[in-house]
T-cell receptor, first 116, second 117 residues
Framework: DQQVKQNSPSLSVQEGRISILNCDYT??????FLWYKKYPAEGPTFLIS?????DKNEDGRFTVFLNKSAKHLSLHIVPSQPGDSAVYFC???????????????FGKGTKLSVKP | GAGVSQSPSNKVTEKGKDVELRCDPI?????LYWYRQSLGQGLEFLIY????????KSGLPSDRFSAERTGGSVSTLTIQRTQQEDSAVYLC???????????????FGPGTRLTVL
């Protein structure tokens, strides 16, 4: 059973517009969520995170929203740029881990294409 | 500074052979993780090392898979008697993981693409 789901395998947006990537989770023990970005032939790079005690976290053009009651989070990129074209992974961490993120549970990813 | 490095970048092997994949974490990072990504799938957790504690092996898919971390630094993931379903990109990550502090970021290496023929 997939505990973290990214139901859209791909998304295409025009440069300058908003990109919205969605993620759903099933395990209520998750209390920390992350987005990673991955370019081909490279490892994932951390983008932004959010704790379950918050409903929004913003970093420049990137904002993550968390709706705990719906077990849903989304990543907004505004404005989108061609360099944002990559695969975006949603990940979750269970609350039983201490200082480290420990075992991250990843979604399958959404491939974002930003067209000039 | 240097990031997480992995070797080899690509490995092609025949079914039934053993393979070793290497990970050099960022210097000073106490936590080290192995994940794998099969085609069309997300990253799947394999094993987690934290300092001198016993590793969390809960993600290893079978007893053909093992990993060790020598001297709290370099890690080797070994797959014995490889099968075609082992074909995937194997990713290593490390993090500072200071005890008692808020969660820290995992930094990933570029991965090793394993192909089992």
């Amino acid at each position: 059973d997939q505990q973290v789901k990214q139901n859209s395998p791909s998304l295409s947006v025009q440069e300058g517009r908003i990109s919205i990537l969605n993620c759903d989770y099933t395990n209520s023990m998750f209390d920390y969520f992350l987005w990673y970005k991955k370019y081909p032939a490279e490892g994932p790079t951390f983008l932004i995170s959010i704790s379950s005690i918050k409903d929004k976290n913003e970093d420049g053009r990137f904002t993550v929203f968390l709706n705990k009651s719906a077990k849903h989070l989304s990543l907004h990129i505004v404005p989108s740029q061609p360099g944002d074209s990559a695969v975006y992974f949603c990940a979750a961490s269970p609350k039983n881990y201490g200082g480290s993120q420990g075992n991250l549970i990843f979604g399958k990813g959404t491939k974002l294409s930003v067209k000039p | 500074g240097a990031g997480v490095s992995q070797s080899p970048s690509n490995k092609v092997t025949e079914k039934g052979k053993d393979v070793e994949l290497r990970c050099d974490p960022i210097s000073g990072h106490t936590a080290l993780y192995w994940y794998r990504q099969s085609l069309g799938q997300g990253l799947e957790f394999l094993i987690y090392f934290q300092g001198n504690s016993a590793p969390d092996k809960s993600g290893l898919p079978s007893d053909r898979f093992s990993a060790e971390r020598t001297g709290g630094s370099v890690s080797t993931l070994t797959i014995q008697r490889t099968q075609q379903e082992d074909s995937a990109v194997y990713l290593c990550a490390s993090s500072l993981a200071p005890a008692g502090l808020p969660r820290d970021t995992q930094y990933f290496g570029p991965g090793t693409r394993l192909t089992v023929l």
